[in-house]
């Protein structure tokens, strides 16, 4: 009897709390909606006012009127269309260019980190305290905040408009030392112990450890693909040519007023600026968070 | 870090040279990419304006910040912005990651997923989705909200009052779900059997959450925390697209990196780079207490 009356109240438990939440989820996901619905408007019917006040929420014509400007009128492809063909900025280019640069920098970024982490977990070395307040100090001064003089660092290195300018400085990171040093730690010290007394050298012994730990490197990889993928500032300086550059400075070009690019397609952009990091997310994001859990308590 | 004293194994690995090969890649992107600039960011800062031949000019950048109303402000609004983004996102993810943990186990991942979206787009096209969110007049939230509670239509990115807390909800849109996502993982690294030892003292959640979760959760909100803050300051897109890179009427929404582009946009480079070093003292600050909590408490 007390079973079955505890699922009960679990079960109303639950309810409340998925009710509890679709406000929330409704906050976060209209404006996506809107934005996927906004590919097949015209700027006519995109600039629609939204004047649903003051009629009643119980009048029929209210919900008429909200779907009306929410819904698009007819599928029509013009815009998806015209940015594939490159009318307004040279979309194939620049989502290649920000692919490469996101992946060129997750995967220096992984390997840079895993190696400085495995150093700090497992090795002895001479003022490790101090390196460890460098890489601390890395995390709290942004990068932004010296995009000024890294920018004419890199003129002077010939990197300007070429996109190991923005690669090659986005794989130092703080925080992905920090990750993989704790993920070191958790790993039992007596693996490398066995492997060091078969007389494995301790590069040997750091890959064999790598094998055990790729739900991190995964989860890693992806949090810097996706901080890569949102990068604006240093790209925005570095790389000058039209077809150097990468997404978030095609969009914000879209976006600007005096370019008059119809809102489908800025719309349209923004959609498949999105699609490449949701899809390594909801591929993924089961294996990101237990290798989190893992990692977070203690 | 590691400072208690170990006895000397063979078997703990990193003698010789094996750690410095481990560390000098970092050390060298660090040192190229970061220390470099930023040394060249001090050295510019005591460089006069312009494009041409500088001239070295002391510390005549730094006199002028010191009566330059416009660079208080932006450190004010960025102060602002960057506090209020984490006393919002923080309790509001902890609730969050609450309520998802006692919905339907089903339900839980794709619930999840739609509160991380914001996360995981770029923030050029947040700004732009939230731009019609926030419209003058015909802007949701003001259609939905203000409107009919009876007052006046806010012209969210017009008015001074309202212009950072537009920047401030938008930052809260877009990292609560992601902070969520990171407490969940947490949660779910607690031991269960903390809580069933808990159930025999009392049985109030209350309790549990105060007791258990919460300082369970420590490391887990400091990571948080250290997180929004660097990002409140580096916050550079969102407030570009949003304000056009301008501070907004009356600078109300001027912040610091924004300011740093303004200056580089008149090629006042001497100036650009004296306010991004005047602000490493805060970072300095920041670095010594994060020392002195990780000593503590974690």
Redesign the interface.
Same mark, same amino acid.
Not at chain 2, 18 to 23: G, R, V
């Given at each position: 009897m007390k079973n079955i009356d505890s699922a009960k109240s679990g079960f109303l438990r639950r309810s409340v709390s998925t009710l509890l939440l679709v406000p929330f989820l409704l906050a976060v996901l209209y404006p996506f909606l809107w934005m996927v619905f906004g590919i097949f408007k015209t700027n006519h019917e995109f600039f629609q006012p939204l004047r649903i006040w003051p009629m009643k929420p119980l009048n029929g014509e209210y919900w008429m009127k909200l779907a009306d400007t929410f819904f698009p009128n007819e599928l029509s492809m013009r815009n998806i269309h015209e940015l594939v063909i490159g009318k307004w900025v040279p979309f194939w280019d620049v989502l290649l260019n920000s692919m490469l640069s996101s992946f060129g920098q997750a995967i220096g970024a992984v390997a840079l980190s895993a190696m400085t982490g495995y150093a700090f977990a497992r090795l002895k070395f001479h003022w490790k305290n101090i390196y460890f307040v460098i890489v601390l100090a890395l995390i709290l001064v942004p990068r932004q905040l010296f995009a000024v003089p890294l920018f004419s660092w890199l003129n002077t290195l010939g990197l300007n408009d070429s996109i190991f300018g923005i690669i090659l400085p986005g794989v130092i990171t703080g925080l992905g030392v920090i990750y993989f040093t704790q993920v070191f730690r958790k790993i039992p010290v007596e693996y490398s112990q066995v492997a060091r007394t078969c007389g494995a050298s301790e590069f040997r012994v750091f890959l064999t450890l790598l094998s055990l730990i790729w739900p991190a490197i995964l989860s890693y990889g992806m949090i810097h693909f996706v901080l890569a993928w949102h990068e604006h500032l240093l790209p925005m300086l570095v790389l000058s040519t039209e077809s150097q550059q990468t997404l978030p400075i095609a969009l914000a070009k879209l976006y600007d007023v005096s370019q008059r690019t119809p809102q489908g397609v800025q719309m349209a952009a923004s959609t498949f600026s999105l699609i490449p990091t949701a899809l390594l997310f909801a591929l993924c994001h089961r294996k990101f968070k237990s290798s989190l859990s893992d990692m977070l308590v203690h | 870090?590691?400072?208690r004293a =170990?006895p000397v194994i063979?078997?703990?690995?990193?003698?010789g040279w094996?750690?410095?090969?481990?560390?000098f #890649?970092?050390l060298f *992107?660090?040192s190229?990419?970061?220390v470099? #600039? +930023?040394l060249?960011?001090v050295?510019?800062s005591l460089e006069s304006n312009g494009l041409g031949a500088v001239e070295f000019v002391g510390f005549k950048n730094y006199y002028a910040l010191a009566n330059d109303e416009r660079y208080f402000k932006s450190i004010c609004n960025s102060l602002i912005y960057t506090l209020a983004s984490v006393v919002l996102i923080v309790p509001m993810s902890l609730w969050?990651a609450h309520?998802?943990q006692?919905?339907?186990r089903r339900?839980r991942?794709m +619930?999840?997923?739609? +509160?991380?979206? #914001?996360?995981?787009?770029? #923030?050029?096209?947040l700004a732009?989705? *939230?731009l019609?969110?926030f419209h003058g007049?015909?802007?949701?939230l003001n =259609?939905?909200f203000i !409107?009919?509670i009876g007052l006046a239509p806010i012209n969210w990115l017009k008015d001074p009052n309202f212009i950072l807390l537009g920047l401030v909800l938008q930052t809260v849109?877009r990292w609560t779900?992601f902070m969520t996502?990171?407490i969940?993982?947490?949660m779910?690294?607690?031991p269960k059997a903390y809580y069933e030892a808990a159930k025999l003292a009392t049985s109030s959640r209350w309790d549990h959450f105060i007791h258990i979760t919460l300082p =369970?959760?420590r490391?887990?909100l400091i990571?948080i925390s !250290? @997180?929004l803050l660097?990002?409140g300051?580096?916050l550079?897109?969102g407030a570009? !697209?949003l304000l056009g890179g301008s501070g907004g009427t009356a600078d109300a929404g001027l912040l610091t !990196?924004s300011y740093?582009?303004q200056k580089?946009r008149f090629f006042e @480079?001497g100036s650009?780079?004296a306010i991004?070093v005047s602000?490493?003292p805060l970072?300095?600050l920041? +670095?010594y207490t994060?020392?002195l909590l990780r000593r503590r408490y974690i």
């Open positions: - | 870090m590691e400072s =170990q063979k078997a703990t690995g990193g003698v094996a750690p410095f090969i481990f560390l #890649p970092f *992107f660090l190229l990419f970061w470099l #600039p +930023l060249g960011g050295k510019m969050l309520l998802l006692s919905t339907f339900l991942p +619930l999840t997923f739609g +509160l991380l979206l #914001p996360a995981l787009t770029p #923030p050029s096209v732009t989705l *939230f019609m969110v007049r015909e802007g949701l =259609q939905l !409107i009919p849109w779900g996502f990171f969940m993982a947490g779910e690294g607690i =369970q959760l490391s887990v990571f !250290i @997180y660097v990002d300051f580096s550079f897109s570009f !697209i !990196i740093v582009f580089t @480079y650009a780079a991004s602000l490493l970072m300095l920041s +670095l994060i020392i």
